[in-house]
């Protein structure tokens, strides 16, 4: 079964810190993986996409990493700031069929 | 401002009302989706249209029928629902549902309540 575990479910750290966030998957063959970020009260927001190729990839305060070998993807936050507060979710698309299987989520809240 | 409009924002209704979710989006894509989101739970693909023709149902209750009028309009009409039912219900849009590398942008949600 296609499946994308995130961890850890929630998270809370001081404004100024890193943080990383993990996404391992299942999903095989693999497309693209990519991580959105849901404000509270708000619709997910693409940060980035990484593809078979690619190991890492910035969005500002952003990094993104892909090991497609161990199915392992991490979202690093760095110099967190307080609107980073929101849920981190992670996607991944197969190629069979074209689906996207969600993550549930990394709830994060930073905090001065 | 995400482009992608969903109405209402908040809805509460009995289990034997009938309402309607209305998703609008002004970003000229044509395919559009209506996601499930429970707290704690991964986001659940309910429908998806590409040129207003449903290509997908994942095997969603009839008491959730959705209509495709055209490419920049979804909506999603509710009847006779259950408690169970109660999460947010998020509208996105992209330019094509079989294209890998697209991103969906998503609209702000209704917070679906059922009493």
């Known amino acids: 079964k296609n499946q994308v575990e995130q961890s850890p479910q929630s998270l809370i750290i001081l404004e100024g810190k890193n943080c990383t966030l993990q996404c391992n998957y299942t999903v095989s063959p693999f497309s693209n993986l990519r991580w959105y970020k849901q404000d509270t009260g708000r619709g997910p927001v693409s940060l980035t996409i990484m593809t078979f190729s690619e190991n890492t990839k910035s969005n500002g305060r952003y990094t993104a990493t892909l090991d497609a070998d161990t199915k392992q993807s991490s979202l690093h936050i760095t110099a967190s700031q307080l609107s980073d507060s929101a849920s981190y979710i992670c996607v991944v698309r197969g190629v069979y069929g074209n689906k996207l299987v969600f993550g549930a989520g990394t709830i994060l809240r930073v905090k001065s | 401002e995400t482009g992608v409009t969903q109405t209402p924002r908040h809805l509460v209704m009995g289990m034997t009302n009938k309402k309607s979710l209305k998703c609008e989006q002004h970003?000229?894509?044509?395919?559009m989706y209506w996601y499930k989101q429970s707290a704690k739970k991964p986001l659940e693909l309910m429908f998806v249209?590409?040129?207003?023709?449903?290509?997908e149902n994942n095997s969603v209750p009839s008491r959730f029928s959705p209509e495709c009028p055209n490419s920049s309009h979804l909506f999603l009409h509710l009847h006779t629902l259950q408690p169970e039912d109660s999460a947010l219900y998020l509208c996105?849009?992209?330019?094509?549902?079989?294209?890998?590398?697209?991103?969906?942008?998503f609209g702000d949600g209704t917070r679906l309540s059922i009493l």
């Open positions: 249209y590409n040129f207003k023709e449903q290509t």
């Open positions: 970003l000229g894509h044509n395919a």
């Open positions: 996105a849009s992209s330019q094509l549902s079989l294209i890998p590398n697209q991103p969906q942008h």
